[in-house]
């Protein structure tokens, strides 16, 4: 049973970093597409970034230039690293591991909150 635990939230002021991990159990964590959206507050679940088993990357335009996603396949794990935060980019933050055959699965989600 795969199973995605998020971590790393937190509260910082603006202009801080953060770095936020995923751990996916399971098999075949090297064929996974990984991505991290995030939710705030009355708005809809949006993608942030998004790192393929090829390792093709994308990332919204509002986070790009000072977010960075990578993966280490080694320990089952998803980063999102993020710099020059914004109180806009407060919300929770979700990762999410999908499998042609091991299916799509969510975490739970970590809180970042941008305040000064």
């Known amino acids: 049973q795969e199973k995605v635990v998020e971590s790393g939230g937190g509260s910082v002021q603006p202009g801080g970093s953060l770095k936020l991990e995923c751990v996916v159990s399971?098999?075949?964590?090297?064929?996974?597409?990984l991505t991290w959206h995030r939710q705030a507050p009355g708005k809809q679940r949006e993608l942030v970034a998004t790192?393929?088993?090829?390792?093709?990357?994308t990332y919204a335009d509002s986070v790009k230039d000072r977010f960075t996603i990578f993966r280490n396949n080694a320990r089952k794990t998803v980063y999102l690293e993020m710099n020059n935060l914004k109180p806009e980019d407060t919300a929770v933050y979700y990762c999410?591991?999908?499998?042609?055959?091991?299916?799509?699965?969510w975490g739970q989600g970590t809180q970042v909150t941008v305040s000064a």
């Open positions: 399971g098999n075949e964590f090297n064929f996974y597409t």
């Open positions: 790192i393929t088993s090829g390792r093709t990357i």
């Open positions: 999410n591991a999908d499998h042609r055959i091991y299916g799509n699965h």
